[in-house]
């Protein structure tokens, strides 16, 4: 085994190795799958490498081995109901993925292939982890984001309470944030428990312990092995619950813990900066739909939009071929016209896929939950911030909230009703 798994097996797990390598050993039993030694010795690995890099203080090996396991258990849950959920990713979307990855780090595929070996990261592994979250991804929009709704009457509410103006419309905020979890069923005695816990690392950080440091080590949140950080966030963008104490903090307070039904929260400002100007900038879009079923699969899906594409750049109307191809109905009887949209009208990968276009450009086949599309851009137009980009904004910052709620209980759920056996200390869950 490697010199990382020897150290972490050595230091964490009984003594099973001996002058010889052995057998790859199992560390967690989650539902009908398993969670091998290395792959956990790799990904812990991956992440020390992470925090070092953005210069984090390491929390204790223990810990950061048991949040990295627990990370796992939870992938690992949703990998295995993705599968029951016929959730595949094909080959073509994985080199896409892991081509746009190289392109961001502004590397051939070739080059970035290069760098993960030098950084001890086997290729195969890393395909592997791409293609888990991709599948986590659509698993998610199905279960949770497609059964979010933003009414009008929540939209005009969002408005009135929050509205866009005064001094917080214009401000961006980092915000950290640590959960101190407490189980779906929780006795008084549990939520007992996790109270006094959160006092304690709320203790803690009031004398001056680094708060990603406090996340890595007692978060049960997703983001813990980012050190709790939330991103940038507009006002609008803050979770609800969080909301009316931001508004009132200065760049570093701290604030908890505050109860909601996943446990205990403790928020930190970590920074805030001032907002700019907004414009909208608005496209006039079509589209041909073509969706993979038991006859079609996505690869012959994305084959017959090329030809389609091929036919229409050999002179052919669109519109027309989107009459008679199209599986959206609704926009194949008007030539595939989805009219003029807005920033967050559509699912991400169509209308990154759409920015990237200039007018009157056809795209290649572009694949989102809904099937394979073929994209034309048809006319663009900016203007002055507006009610309706007002509105826009509005809904995408309450689906954003919901979807962060919704998915923080959702996740909860799948872990606690799962039959999970962690076999760092040999104990049953």
């Known amino acids: 085994m490697k010199a990382l798994m020897l150290a972490v097996g050595l230091s964490l797990f009984p003594p099973l190795l001996q002058a010889e390598r052995e057998l790859d050993r199992i560390v967690a039993v989650v539902d009908d799958g398993v969670i091998l030694e290395s792959e956990l010795a790799e990904r812990v690995e991956g992440i020390r490498r992470s925090l070092q890099q953005n210069k984090t ?37 994985l080199r896409m993925a892991v081509q746009q990855i190289a392109q961001r780090n502004r590397m ?18 890393f395909i592997e982890q791409i293609r888990g979250e991709i599948a986590i991804s659509r698993l998610r929009n199905a279960q949770v984001n497609q059964q979010i709704k933003v009414s009008d009457r929540e ?25 101190i979890a407490t189980p779906r069923a929780a006795s008084p005695s549990d939520v007992q428990k996790a109270k006094e816990k959160a006092e304690s ?26 050190g709790g950080d939330l991103g940038w966030r507009k006002f609008s963008e803050i979770p609800g619950l969080f909301a009316e104490y931001v508004s009132k903090m200065k760049d570093g307070d701290i604030e908890g813990p ?5 446990g205990f929260h403790i928020i930190k400002l970590l920074g805030l900066k001032g ?27 994305k084959q017959k939009l090329l030809a389609l594409k091929s036919r229409i750049e050999s002179g052919e109307d669109f519109s027309v071929l989107a009459r008679g191809h199209s599986d959206d109905k609704g926009s194949a009887i008007k030539g ?63 689906f954003k909230r919901k979807v962060e709620e919704e998915t923080e209980l959702w996740l909860r759920k799948l872990r606690d009703e799962a039959y999970v056996e962690i076999r760092l200390t040999g104990t049953q869950e």
């Open 108 to 125: 051939s595929l070739e080059e970035f292939r290069r760098s993960l070996r030098e950084e001890g990261i086997d290729y195969g592994s």
């Open 258 to 262: 505050i109860r909601s039904s996943s």
């Open 57 to 93: 203080p390491m929390p204790p090996e223990d810990i950061l081995v048991r949040q990295v396991l627990e990370r796992m258990i939870v992938d690992k849950l949703q990998e295995q109901l993705a599968e029951r959920s016929g959730i595949k990713v094909d080959e073509e979307t």
């Open 201 to 226: 690392v709320l203790a803690d950080l009031r004398k001056g312990q680094d708060f990603k440091q406090a996340a890595l080590s007692a978060s049960d949140d997703e983001l813990a092995l980012k």
């Open 275 to 301: 907002g700019g100007e907004h414009t909208l900038t608005k496209t006039r879009v079509r589209h041909i739909l073509i969706k993979p079923n038991e006859v079609l699969s996505d690869e012959d899906a």
């Open 336 to 398: 595939g016209e989805l009219g003029w949209v807005q920033p967050g009208a559509l699912v991400p990968q169509f209308e990154e896929a759409m920015s990237r276009l200039a007018v009157n450009q056809l795209s290649d086949p572009v694949q989102t939950q809904f099937g394979w599309h073929l994209i034309q851009v048809q006319e663009r137009q900016e203007s002055d911030d507006s009610d309706e980009f007002r509105r826009n904004k509005a809904r995408e910052a309450i």
């Open 155 to 179: 939209i005009q509410n969002y408005l009135d309470t929050q509205g866009s103006e005064g001094p917080a419309a214009d401000k961006e905020y980092l915000l950290g944030h640590i959960l």
